[in-house]
Nanobody, 122 residues
């Protein structure tokens, strides 16, 4: 069973930066594609970014392209967030799925972290 633990959330001013990290354990990391999702109050959980199991391919939702960067190491996946906006405020979740390719669909992911709060103040 894969366990995911997010860290790095917090409060940042409009235009600032944060780096989220997700530590994975309990599985063979190289066989899992990873993703980041976020959920704001009153809204559905939405896709943010994903990376293939070998780190060779990435995908981003349009609203974060050019501002966010997803990356992975042996047992971690990170999300570098720059030029943050108030609309980025949400709980951010790390997710994993047993598979090699990137996937944007929420229900394709098998494992989820507990979430970390990101708040952007204007």
């Amino acid at each position: 069973q894969v366990q995911l633990v997010e860290s790095g959330g917090g409060l940042v001013q409009d235009g600032g930066s944060l780096r989220l990290s997700c530590a994975a354990s309990g599985g063979t990391f190289s066989r899992y594609a990873m993703g980041w999702f976020r959920q704001a109050p009153g809204k559905e959980r939405e896709f943010v970014a994903a990376i293939s199991a070998n780190g060779g391919s990435t995908s981003y939702t349009d609203s974060v392209k050019g501002r966010f960067t997803i990356s992975s190491a042996k047992n971690t996946v990170s999300l570098q967030m720059n030029s943050l906006k108030s609309e980025d405020t949400a709980v951010y979740y790390c997710a994993a799925r047993y598979g090699l390719g990137v996937t944007t669909a929420r229900n394709s992911y098998n494992y989820w972290g507990q979430g970390t709060q990101v708040t952007v103040s204007s």
